[in-house]
């Protein structure tokens, strides 16, 4: 892989950091919150044991952010890139979430449009795995332009099969950042 993962990435209302070890405590502090947790295949990650097991593997990515919101400075979620294939050229986009407070707000649209615009420098496709039962994300990669193409079973960090939907976006199908 020729290009960074985890560059400073921002947008007019969002800053993208790369996550750092010592961001654990302000970005769990918003993770804390059962309801961001609600539809997701792991739906106990709002416990600070279960949010270690995620942070670790954000910090073992090497494409994780920590988003903070640009006026008010306050930490409001985390994403990343992972799973480079060279061979599809392509990178999943996943792990996001998002303060309550921040939902509704167009904020998802703004920071996976300024990912993508970034990452599509360099690859000429995105996916994104979906619990089955998280409709809130169904819905929000739909509305970015991803499309369904099939359905996954991965296993928990926990070890349990979890059905996942695979959306992708293309290259060619993103224009610019639908903002």
């Known amino acids: 892989m020729n ?6 990435l921002e947008n007019e209302r969002i800053i993208l950091y790369p996550l750092q070890e010592a961001d654990f405590e302000s970005l769990y502090a918003v993770a804390a919150d059962p309801e961001i947790w609600e539809q997701h295949p792991n739906n106990d990650r709002w ?6 097991l995620f942070f670790v593997g954000a910090m073992q990515s090497n494409g994780a952010f920590k988003l903070v919101d640009k006026v008010t400075g306050k930490v409001i979620g985390s994403t990343r890139f992972y799973n480079y294939n060279p061979q599809e050229n392509s990178i999943l986009i996943g792990y996001t979430f998002y303060a309550t407070s921040y939902w509704g707000k167009g904020i998802n649209r703004l920071v996976k449009g300024t990912m993508l615009d970034y990452i599509f420098q360099f690859v000429s496709k995105v996916y994104f795995h979906v619990g089955a039962a998280n409709i809130r994300s169904q819905i929000a990669v ?14 928990s960090a926990t070890g349990v099969p979890q059905t996942n939907f695979v959306y992708q976006i293309s290259k060619e199908s993103w224009v610019t950042s639908p903002a």
């Open 47 to 52: 416990k600070q044991k279960v949010f270690r």
């Open 142 to 155: 739909s509305r970015i332009g991803a499309e369904k193409i099939g359905e996954l079973e991965l296993i």
């Open 3 to 8: 290009f960074d993962i985890q560059p400073l």
